[in-house]
């Protein structure tokens, strides 16, 4: 099996910084495009950042400019640097990484445990 490790949340104040990591582990043959999604008490999980395994990204506009989403496709790893925080920013944040467990079979989504992100003003 797969699994999706995240690390590096925490408590910070506004316009503060945090860096996040999602480290994937199991048998796995390749990763396809990763993602940063977080979810707000009383809202729905939304798409934060993406990077394909080329490196090509893309970003919720709420965060452009202030968040950078990169990899590390030799340790299967995520990050996910936070600049310049809001309260807003405030949500569990969830990893995600589209994984393929052989060449024959087709990937598979897999979804980390979440790492809560916690912004005081």
């Known amino acids: 099996q797969v699994q999706l490790v995240e690390s590096g949340g925490g408590l910070v104040q506004a316009g503060g910084s945090l860096r996040l990591s999602c480290a994937a582990s199991?048998?796995?043959?390749?990763?396809?495009?990763m993602a940063w999604y977080r979810q707000a008490p009383g809202k729905q999980r939304e798409l934060v950042a993406a990077i394909t395994s080329g490196g090509s990204t893309n970003y919720a506009d709420s965060v452009k400019g202030r968040f950078t989403i990169s990899r590390d496709n030799a340790k299967n790893t995520v990050y996910l640097q936070m600049n310049s925080l809001k309260p807003e920013d405030t949500a569990v944040y969830y990893c995600?990484?589209?994984?393929?467990?052989?060449?024959?079979?087709?990937?598979?989504?897999?979804w980390g445990q979440g790492t809560q992100v916690t912004v005081s003003s």
């Open positions: 995600n990484a589209d994984v393929r467990l052989s060449i024959y079979i087709t990937p598979h989504n897999y």
């Open positions: 199991g048998r796995i043959f390749s990763i396809n495009a």
